[in-house]
């Protein structure tokens, strides 16, 4: 249960996104007769920058006037060979699938794409033809063809394109484009048929719009020197051609840039330069041709006030100048053998003028087609496949609706007749090959209106064509009159008269009204007659057939030059030309592709239920999605629904080894589809409710996640299976080349080793010998082992001299050298390092040197002790000794212990030496003063005592005798005195045993000898016994 609930919880989050961003295909919208769900499903998926949506195969794309980055290369890359509706929908889905269609069952293909003008039908047109551009094929030949096909898009809109109060950039012609594939699905040509150019432009346009931009691009865009030769100046408030509707600036135009891309796309489609001359002298003639003015004379017939332009004209067609004058102000009447000059009035003659203006145009933008044709024709007679693309204006309902939106209109009607006729066509023959029982489809069957418009001899085209043709007085409300008389009871037509009186109120007396499937149209009958005769006097024809212009010449030399018959209006030559149409779209299968406005601004991110709501009716998109749910929402071949929903049933899941039906039956009847939910076709499978389908498809979303969970976990496992062989086996190679180079290293290296070990032995042998061949290299390899070695044991002092390492015989001479040579440099480091107190010290231990190195025992331990410049601070003598010895200088000062020459009895006491005397103090008394002049010597035993005697002359009556005393400092304390008394040759290192001179001439002895402690006492002998402790010797 817990499982069910998760799974329940994952389809309602599936079901939310889908409510959110809206459904891909309309058929599968469970309300599917409700036009409010429609534009709601319509408009969610606007919101979310998702403009395209299907309805079946068909596309239905919304303008979102902005800039959306899902054309690029990648993305088109995505869209490559893949199925209709595994990706979200897309024009280079519906491209590709059409091509690959065509490709697999060698059959043509058409799409149709359709929508009022500013619904984006140009900019699909452009994107298919890019589509195919990148994805088919290419060479050098096929990339020249497809460069031609994409750069007649710009000529074609500069030719044919205007703006108009809707669009910008509005087609005002219909084109039919087949693009010619070969076997192989290369772009090997194209052909191009154009439909119902809008001539009435070239001499009228409406307040807020525009002729065709060629005009404009040429006066902004063109070179000076280009304009100076066509006499135009660059500015488009000179031309009566391009001011009627008082905006020939447009900010979202930019002329000159379009200019350069017309110029640069005629030269690649393969116009020669007298070719581009001949065209731009024809459109630059039109423009003067409208500056052309007519003012009465006496009689009140038509004469020129301005001879200038005319002249212009005549210079870039090439006619004369008279004739041409002569052809716009009269007409050739002919009376059996004789002809006749009748001369026009100024209206007249302004009508002549315009009717050549848009004749010359008219036929330049054929020419211009047919020249477009021959640079993309095949010449390969080889059978061929064709993609068409059919660019067609959509319905239009304007405020005053004139006879072109009549021919637009019946063109739609027709379109939609053959749309409605190929959908149910195409359901029908689905259903009869599935063997599933087809329900007839209620709709809305618009032949009623195509009858009203064509129908022999009742319909409105064959009544206006009569009254073209009668002679007397026809005009546009005659042809009114005559529509009520054959058409009073028809129900989808209305005027005035023949309204009633609720009707009436909205109807002009010069009004009729159509009710056509996507609504009604009131039309103004104001210029029918003259819009579909668009007559051009013959004499004005012939003037054009002795044009010198190869293009105007080409253009006026038809077959109709010497016949009398009069030539078949406008009107018949558009229904002709539709019918053909219908021909070859019936010839082809369809695709379509239905352009909606999102609003009436152009602003993005606006969508105005309304105008979009009147867009869906007039296009028949319900229709279409109730001929394509009628029955079933959705239909699926076995084998693709079992691939995709397999992992939901375990009797199908991971493989089907049976028939795919068979698979897909039980996989239906383990998720519980009930009988009247689906059925079983040859080769499909048919579901009739979208919610069954998003049923499977949400329980399918839940299992994919297990589904790739288990998928990673095995194909880790193979990978790291995988990973881990090939890692092995490199492992295994790595190490056998790896041992290989090794043995072959251990081998030279034994090698090099044998050889080096026989050289060492023989020159070890010989090495007592002269240097020859087979020792020179022990010898070197002795002198740079003692070297090396020598290096890293170097003696670190000056006064180590044992460590120098023992030469080799062979380097004696260069040991003692090398030696010297080191011994200097230490003594000379140790120089340069040491201070002035450092050398003073060293000074001081020389003198201590010379007196007891190797005399006494302790010397060895006193070396290392450094001698201080007093022991005894001045802050420790007692002040009154101070004063009296200090005028004598005080050199050294420690304390000592004296004793007393009777009973040795030790006393402490102070030595001072100053510069003159040495002085024993005792607290603050004197208690004896040697003069260095009177002092006979100083005796020290060889022992490591301390005992000093200063022997002081008998003779003095001062003197006590004399002087014995301990110091802990001896070296230092004797080194002084010897430095500032002088005495250093006095002081005395004895061995044994010192007498010294008691008072009164008597003498004692000292006795000196070593022991286990050190003890200074006197003897029963009455000597002073002093035992030192022995040193070890260093």
């Not at 090396?788 to 050298?817: A, C, F, G, H, Q």
């Amino acid at each position: 249960m817990q499982g069910c609930a998760r799974g329940q919880l994952d389809m309602e989050g599936a079901l939310t996104a889908r409510d959110r961003v809206g459904i891909q295909d309309f058929v599968l919208l469970d309300a599917h007769t409700s036009e409010t769900a429609f534009l709601d499903n319509l408009k969610k998926r606007f919101s979310e920058n998702l403009i395209y949506t299907y309805i079946g195969t068909l596309l239905v794309s919304v303008n979102p006037y902005k800039e959306l980055d899902i054309y690029s290369k990648k993305q088109m890359d995505i869209y490559m060979g893949v199925n209709f509706f595994e990706l979200p929908p897309h024009i280079f889905a519906l491209a590709d699938n059409a091509y690959h269609t065509m490709l697999a069952e060698a059959n043509n293909h058409f799409i149709l794409i359709s929508g009022e003008s500013g619904a984006g039908k140009t900019e699909a047109s452009k994107k298919i033809l890019q589509y195919y551009a990148v994805s088919c094929p290419s060479t050098t030949l096929l990339d020249n063809v497809r460069d031609r096909m994409l750069l007649s898009n710009p000529v074609l809109e500069a030719f044919g394109n205007s703006k108009t109060l809707k669009n910008d950039n509005s087609s005002r012609f219909g084109k039919y484009m087949d693009i010619q594939f070969d076997i192989q699905g290369d772009a090997v040509g194209g052909h191009i048929l154009g439909y119902l150019l809008e001539k009435s432009r070239v001499v009228h346009q409406n307040h807020g719009e525009r002729n065709f931009h060629i005009f404009y691009q040429l006066v902004k865009g063109g070179e000076e020197d280009l304009l100076h030769q066509l006499g135009l100046e660059s500015n488009c408030q000179h031309y009566s051609y391009l001011v009627q509707g008082e905006c020939a600036n447009v900010a979202s135009i930019n002329d000159k840039n379009d200019w350069k891309t017309v110029r640069n796309a005629l030269s690649v489609i393969d116009f020669d330069e007298r070719d581009i001359q001949d065209l731009l002298g024809v459109i630059a003639s039109v423009l003067h041709l409208g500056n052309v003015q007519f003012e009465p004379d006496s009689k009140g017939y038509a004469t020129l006030n301005n001879s200038a332009e005319l002249l212009w004209v005549s210079t870039l067609l090439g006619v004369n100048v008279q004739v041409l004058q002569e052809g716009l102000t009269s007409r050739k009447i002919e009376a059996k053998t004789d002809e006749v000059l009748s001369p026009f009035t100024v209206d007249h003659a302004i009508y002549a003028r315009d009717a050549l203006a848009k004749a010359i145009y008219g036929r330049t933008f054929t020419w211009l087609v047919n020249k477009i044709n021959d640079s993309m024709e095949n010449k390969d007679s080889s059978r061929k496949t064709v993609i068409g693309l059919l660019d067609i204006y959509g319905f239009e309902v304007f405020y005053v609706n004139s006879f072109e939106q009549f021919c637009i209109n019946y063109c739609n009607e027709k379109l939609q007749q053959l749309f409605i006729q190929l959908t149910l066509k195409s359901e029908q023959e689905e259903y009869e090959a599935e063997n599933i029982g087809w329900e007839p489809v209620q709709f809305f069957n618009n032949k009623i209106i195509c009858d009203l418009v064509e129908e022999k001899h009742r319909g409105i085209i064959s009544v206006l064509d009569e009254e073209c043709l009668r002679p007397g007085e026809a005009t546009d409300l005659t042809f009114l009159e005559r529509l009520e008389e054959k058409l009073d009871s028809h129900p989808h037509f209305v005027t005035h008269k023949l309204a009633d009186k609720k009707t009436r109120k909205t109807l002009e007396r010069g009004n009729f009204r159509l009710l056509h499937y996507a609504g009604e149209v009131t039309y103004c009958v104001v210029g029918f007659l003259s819009k579909n005769n668009d007559l051009l006097y013959r004499n004005i024809k012939d003037v054009m057939r002795q044009s010198k212009n190869t293009i105007v010449r080409e253009c006026f030399a038809s077959k109709e030059s010497d016949g009398r018959r009069r030539p078949e209006t406008v009107a018949s030559q558009f229904k002709s030309s539709l019918l053909g149409l219908t021909d070859i779209l019936m010839s082809k299968e369809p695709w379509y592709v239905r352009c909606l406005k999102s609003n009436e601004s152009q602003q993005p991110g606006q969508f105005d239920d309304v105008l979009v709501r009147h867009q869906v009716k007039y296009l028949g998109l319900m229709e279409h999605l109730r001929v394509r749910r009628a029955g079933f929402a959705y239909r699926c071949r076995y084998d693709v629904f079992l691939q995709r929903y397999k992992p939901l049933c375990p009797a199908t899941w991971p493989y089907w080894r049976g028939v795919a039906a068979e698979g897909v039956e039980v996989l239906v009847q383990h998720l519980g589809y009930l009988p009247d939910e689906y059925k079983m076709g040859r080769t499909k499978i048919f579901i009739r409710h979208p919610r069954t389908l998003f049923a499977t498809e949400d329980a399918f979303e839940v299992c994919k996640h297990d589904l790739a969970s288990r998928i990673q976990a095995q194909y880790k496992a193979y990978w790291q299976k995988g990973q881990f062989r090939r890692q092995k086996e490199a492992a295994t190679k790595i190490e056998t080349c790896w041992r290989g180079v090794q043995a072959r290293k251990a081998k030279g290296r034994r090698q090099w080793a044998v050889k080096v070990i026989k050289k060492f032995i023989k020159g070890y042998m010989a090495r007592g010998e002269a240097k020859t061949t087979d020792n020179s290299e022990y010898l070197a390899f002795v002198r740079q082992n003692y070297l090396n070695r020598l290096k890293d044991n170097l003696p670190k002092m000056v006064l180590d001299k044992t460590s120098w390492l023992t030469p080799p015989p062979v380097l004696m001479e260069t040991s003692e050298i090398l030696r010297q040579l080191h011994m200097r440099l230490m003594v000379r480091k140790y120089i340069r390092g040491i201070t002035a107190q450092q050398k003073a010290q060293l000074q001081l231990k020389g003198i201590t040197s010379v007196i007891f190195k190797g005399k006494k025992d302790s010397y060895p331990q006193s070396v290392s002790q450094p001698y201080v410049d007093t022991r005894i601070s001045e802050q420790d003598i007692n002040m009154k000794v101070l004063q009296m010895i200090r005028h004598e200088g005080i050199k050294y000062s420690i304390p000592i212990v004296k004793y007393d020459r009777n009973g040795f009895k030790a006393r402490p006491r102070q030595l001072i030496l100053t510069q003159t005397a040495a002085y024993v103090v005792d607290d603050a008394k004197i208690k004896q003063r040697v003069l260095y002049t009177t002092l006979k010597g100083v005796s020290v035993s060889t022992l490591s005592d301390g005992i000093i005697i200063f022997h002081i002359p008998s003779e003095d009556d001062k003197q006590k005798g004399d002087l014995i005393m301990q110091c802990d400092h001896l070296f230092e304390a004797l080194t002084k005195l010897s430095v500032v008394a002088n005495k250093q040759s006095a002081i005395n290192v004895v061995q044994g045993s010192v007498k010294f001179q008691m008072k009164a001439g008597k003498e004692g002895i000292v006795e000196f000898s070593s022991g286990q402690e050190s003890m200074v006492y006197k003897d029963k002998n009455g000597h002073l016994m002093v035992v030192s402790t022995r040193t070890r010797a260093r």
